[in-house]
């Protein structure tokens, strides 16, 4: 029968714990050495998963520019988004599609979750696909002003003189619809914050198009599902927003609309104040 640990010599007593210390921190040691959870790369000073191929990684191409010029580009920039106005009057005169498709691949550039890119941009010129669009377009709003808009939200747009016709949808020379992919090629293969990814990109291609010198309306037809079908979208992408692309039509005209001042918008935190 074993001796009860109790009975053995103290020195004896040491020894055994000391081995039972040593058993439980090489388990731990293990255990971690193993896991799946997250470590840094001592040489590069990154966060991997163990047993995970670390992905390539390249210098960044970063210019630093002169606090001058920096001022400059800001004010610059500003300026230009200053003058962007939503347009409801479109001339039919061509556009240079090249510009457009540019502007695209400039709103591809947005950052997303995880790199996944969950966007497709529609570019749509064929006049026939523009009347149909037009047409179930149109349905959903008859709708929406007849019986889907609460009251306040029909006060709200009273100032813009909206209706349920929108010829806009085939005077503009393109119509870009944006479509947000919910996943990509299988349901397995997930995107993360499709919204606000889609939302960056998209707000980049406005600011593109109007700094190229072309005009465009943000459109939502609720609901907008006829649009992936129109367009033949895999059911993996739902439309986000419908964008109008063109040049004013003469005489334009747009509401008479200010926008809140920086101080309404921005908070400072610098520690200056209690």
């Known amino acids: 029968m074993a001796k009860p640990t109790g009975d053995l010599p103290l020195d004896a007593r040491h020894r055994l714990r000391s081995l039972a210390v040593f058993v439980v921190i090489s388990r731990i040691f293990s255990i971690r050495k193993h896991t799946d959870g997250p470590r840094v790369d001592p040489r590069a000073g990154r966060a991997t998963l163990a047993g995970m191929p670390e ?23 500003l300026e230009v988004a200053r003058g962007r106005r939503s347009v409801r009057f479109f001339s039919r005169e061509p556009i240079p599609l090249d510009v457009v498709e540019r502007c695209i691949a400039t709103a591809a550039t947005a950052p997303s979750g995880a790199h ?33 808009a609460p009251a306040s939200w ?40 499709v919204t606000e990814s889609v939302g960056i990109a998209t707000g980049m291609l ?64 610098d520690g200056s104040a209690s």
Do not use: N
């Open 116 to 148: 996944k890119q969950p966007w497709t941009f529609c570019l749509v010129t064929d006049p026939a696909l523009k009347t149909r669009i037009r047409g179930a377009a149109e349905a959903e709003e008859r709708e929406f002003y007849a019986k889907r």
């Open 206 to 269: 406005i600011a593109a198009l109007h700094d190229a010198g072309l005009a465009t309306l943000t459109h939502t037809p609720s609901p907008m599902k006829f649009l992936a079908e129109l367009l033949g979208r895999p059911s993996s992408e739902r439309p986000f927003l419908l964008l109008p692309v063109g040049f004013p039509a003469e005489g334009c005209e747009v509401p008479d609309l200010s926008r809140k001042p920086l101080e309404a918008v921005l908070v400072r935190y």
């Open 55 to 77: 992905s390539p990684h390249v210098p960044l191409a970063f210019r630093r520019r002169p606090l001058d010029e920096m001022r400059k580009r800001s004010e610059r920039t």
């Open 154 to 193: 029909l006060a709200d747009l009273a100032p813009f003189a909206t209706t349920a016709s929108k010829p806009f949808l085939e005077d503009a020379p393109a119509l870009i619809v944006v479509m947000a992919q919910r996943f990509g090629a299988t349901r397995e293969d997930a995107h993360y914050y």
